[in-house]
């Protein structure tokens, strides 16, 4: 193995060390996500449809959930 691949390597292995070290519980936002669903609530009327409007408390429950994204078409 040459320096070059060994660093690839060895940073790789670094980097999946940190980023498991980041996995948070969802729980831990809890608070958070209640807070900020009170805080958009005079910004909801800004959203062009009624239905946006009603399914805002769901996407904030939804940001911090460890679940694949999904886009739109």
Known sequence: ???????RTV??????ELLNDC???????????DRLGAF?????????TETRQHHMPLYLQGL????????RP
Do not use: C, N
Not at 11 to 16: C, V
Not at 40 to 48: F, I, M, R, S
Not at 64 to 71: C, D
């Open 1 to 7: 193995m040459q320096g070059g691949e060994k660093m």
């Open 11 to 16: 940073w790789a292995q670094r980097r999946e």
């Open 23 to 33: 996995l948070v519980s969802p729980d831990v936002f809890t608070p958070l996500i």
């Open 40 to 48: 958009v609530v005079p910004y909801q009327h800004a959203l062009e």
């Open 64 to 71: 911090p959930a460890r679940m694949p994204r999904q886009s």
